[in-house]
């Protein structure tokens, strides 16, 4: 009889039940799968709403918002791929990455493509334009070739950012995409180091959020943004938002030709279409690189305090504080009747600049806002001494650039003030041509040019002027950057006491 052999017992349906459920407490996941012990896992979605980033944008100037830990975190590595930690892997990664940057004095600076460092377009006749800052490039499996416009002083900006900050590609284009340009921009890999970020890789988000749990998934507080838009960093995340005006290089005549005179003055873009670009003039990647500089060099200041219980965030707030610090605004038509006013971003970016907001004029008053004349509010502006009624404009652009730019150049007045204002703008631009001129610095034609002309003057003295008083420095020739810097005033003060004598002649 041949001998009996023990039947190994088959585990029932419970048991097997039992042990895939089994949680695996091992802290990182690739796909679906543990990094350290190969467990197939069921992954939940890591709750980034829960990270902040399902509140309104109008929480990041406040400091009443509050944030909470997800269970996991997602983190999208070099190449694309996107891994899940626990906590402690998600603390020990961050923590690991920030003595890496604390060791070598950076921070982190995350970088957005697509009309904030350049303009791409898919436009035929961008194809006609050449330059030196502008590149082609086709994208496989799209039609087309697609057109690159480098942002004026890009080359500039990435270098010189990259002595103080580790920087990161976050683009909602797709992963190809930011690759070719990263070529063109990086060909040896000295300044991004493959660290991209695209909507490719962060498909669960959407296209319009963006988390910077993904890069940093502890903490944000050595992280910066350079962005355009405000609305995909949702919640806390914005406080680390620096924020610029978006460039538009190709442009269709008619919208060029709608943008107000004291904008395309500052601003960037030109004003002919995609066949006849103007010169640029367009200081937001200079006037960005000195808000870095500025914060970055307050991080690692020797104060007292280690950098590991610093802020980027908190020190931006501080420097944006002194751009309009002592400036009490009071804004007319802009802002709609069912809005509560302290939500509005025109309000949000004034307060972060430290101005203090009034529902009415009083004596107090240092400037009206408006977009056009008319009102009782811009009327009694006018008869306010000391108070300057300007184009809305004004606000926005001394948010973008993070200094107080010239009133002068946005005023807001009726019939003959409005060409006197003009008439002291061109002496000052004459006068400051003339200036640049004794310091050897030249004017847009270079040594051998004949001169500026008068709309090169206006370009040059928007541009090229002092600091305003409480703004950032920007040094174009040197590597200082000053904060809470003052230039004459005096001449400003003068010349805004004889708008006000004209002012009081006409009224």
Same mark, same amino acid.
């Given at each position: 009889m041949p001998p009996v052999r023990a039947r190994r017992k088959q585990p029932t349906g419970n048991n097997q039940s039992n042990a895939a459920a089994a949680p695996c407490q091992h802290p990182m996941v690739i796909g679906s799968l543990c990094a350290v012990c190969g467990k197939v896992m069921p992954v939940a979605e890591a709750d980034e709403g829960s990270r902040g980033l399902d509140t309104s944008p109008a929480d990041a100037y406040s400091s009443s918002s509050t944030t909470t830990t997800a269970t996991m975190a997602k983190i999208t590595m070099v190449g694309g791929a996107t891994i899940v930690l626990s906590q402690e892997g998600a603390r020990q990664v961050h923590a690991d990455k920030a003595q890496r940057l604390r060791a070598a004095r950076k921070l982190s600076l995350v970088l957005d493509l697509d009309n904030t460092l350049l303009h791409a377009t898919p436009d035929v006749h961008a194809q006609t334009y050449k330059a030196d800052d502008v590149f082609a490039f086709q994208l496989p499996g799209v039609p087309g070739t697609h057109c690159v416009k480098l942002r004026p002083h890009l080359r500039e900006f990435l270098a010189r950012a990259a002595q103080r900050f580790e920087l990161t590609i976050y683009t909602a284009g797709t992963r190809r995409y930011a690759e070719l340009v990263a070529a063109h921009l990086d060909p040896d890999n000295s300044l991004f180091a493959r660290r991209i970020i695209s909507a490719t890789d962060t498909a669960d988000l959407g296209r319009s +959020?963006?988390?910077?749990?993904?890069? !940093?998934?502890? =903490? +944000?507080?050595? $992280?910066? $943004? $350079?962005?355009?838009?405000? *609305? $995909?960093?949702?919640?806390?995340q914005a406080k680390n938002l620096v924020l610029v005006r978006p460039y538009m290089f190709w442009k269709p005549p008619a919208a060029a030709a709608a943008e107000p005179a004291a904008a395309a003055a500052l601003g960037a873009g030109h004003d002919g279409g995609a066949t006849s670009p103007a010169v640029e003039n367009d200081p937001q990647l200079l006037c960005t690189l000195a808000v870095l500089t500025a914060v970055h060099d307050k991080f690692y200041a020797s104060n007292g305090s280690t950098p590991a219980h610093r802020d980027a965030s908190a020190l931006l707030a501080e420097v944006r504080r002194a751009v309009l610090r002592g400036a009490r605004l009071v804004f007319t038509g802009l802002i709609p009747l069912q809005t509560p006013p302290h939500t509005h971003a025109l309000w949000r970016y004034a307060t972060a600049l430290g101005a203090a907001v009034d529902a009415d004029v009083t004596p107090a008053t240092t400037h009206v806002v408006a977009a056009q004349m008319g009102s009782e509010k811009t009327v009694a502006g006018l008869r306010t001494r000391g108070c300057v009624v300007v184009h809305v404009d004004w606000v926005m652009f001394? !948010?973008? %650039?993070?200094?107080?730019?010239?009133?002068?150049?946005?005023?807001? =007045?009726p019939g003959k003030w409005a060409a006197a204002a003009a008439g002291r703008q061109r002496s000052l631009s004459d006068a400051h041509v003339a200036r640049l001129a004794e310091q050897g610095e030249g004017g847009e034609g270079g040594e051998d040019s004949?001169?500026? +002309?008068?709309?090169?003057r206006a370009r040059l003295d928007a541009t090229d002027r002092p600091p305003r008083e409480g703004g950032v420095a920007v040094a174009l020739e040197e590597e200082a950057v000053e904060v809470d810097g003052s230039d004459s005033s005096e001449s400003l003060g003068s010349d805004l006491e =004889? !708008?006000? %004598? *004209?002012?009081?002649?006409?009224i």
């Open positions: +959020t963006k988390s910077l749990s993904r890069i !940093f998934p502890g =903490a +944000t507080n050595m $992280v910066l $943004v $350079v962005d355009d838009r405000e *609305d $995909v960093w949702r919640g806390e001394c !948010f973008w %650039h993070c200094r107080r730019e010239d009133e002068r150049m946005f005023l807001l =007045a004949e001169g500026p +002309t008068p709309k090169k =004889a !708008f006000q %004598h *004209d002012l009081d002649e006409m």
